[in-house]
Structure formats: C-alpha cells, structure tokens
C-alpha cells in the first residue's frame, strides 16, 4: 500500500468524521429547540396559573378586578391603583410569553395557543 492510497482513506475518514458530526450537532440542536420551548412553555403556565389563583382565591381582589373591567372608571383612587397593579400581574406571563417568542425560546404554535382563540 502506497502513502496516497492511505492519504485517500484518510481523507474518506475523516470525511465521515465530519458528516457524523454534523448529524449529531444537527440532532443535539433539535433537542436543545425542544428543550427550550418546554421551559417557556413551563414558565408561561406557571406565571398565568400564579395570576389566576391569586384572584380567585381571594373575593374582594376577584370583584374590584371584575368592576375595574368592566368600567375602570366607576374605582376609586385607590382602587384603580390596585386594578391597575393586578392587571400587570395578570398580563406579565403574556408579556413574558410573547418576549420568548420574539427571541425565540418559544415556538409560532406555542405562542398561537396561548389562549382558548389559538388553541387546537
């Protein structure tokens, strides 16, 4: 066997090397993608199931987010601050979701099902 003969095998190896290793970086990319889409998806649940037992957990939180809604203005002072502190609370997993999505970390189909309009 010639040096060029083992040069060109050489060549084919590593060629291979190379085709294997893409594959794998290809197939630990879509797990890492999965991955990340699990924890946004995690993290939007929990923050919109926090939001939703706070208010309906405690009835005087429920009603003034209830009159708020339906008209904001009718609140006292100071109860349009604390509307206007529960609704961030509310919507902040949305806000959160949606900045994931933007970046990224969370996938068109996770985003359009984030309410019952989107959901399949």
């Known amino acids: 066997m010639n040096w060029e003969a083992i040069g060109a095998i050489g060549e084919i190896i590593g060629a291979l090397a190379v085709i294997a290793t893409l594959i794998y970086l290809a197939a630990q990319i879509k797990i890492n993608t999965a991955a990340i889409n699990q924890a946004a998806r995690q993290t939007t649940l929990i923050g919109r199931g926090e939001a939703s037992k706070w208010v309906a957990w405690d009835q005087e939180i429920s009603k ?35 900045l994931d999505f933007q970046e990224g970390r969370m996938s068109e189909k996770l985003w359009s099902a984030r309410d019952d309009k989107g959901a399949s």
């Open 64 to 98: 003034l987010l209830w009159k708020g809604a339906a008209d904001p203005e009718c609140l006292t002072t100071e109860e349009f601050q604390r509307f206007i502190i529960m609704i961030g609370s509310v919507v902040r997993p949305t806000e959160l979701a949606f």
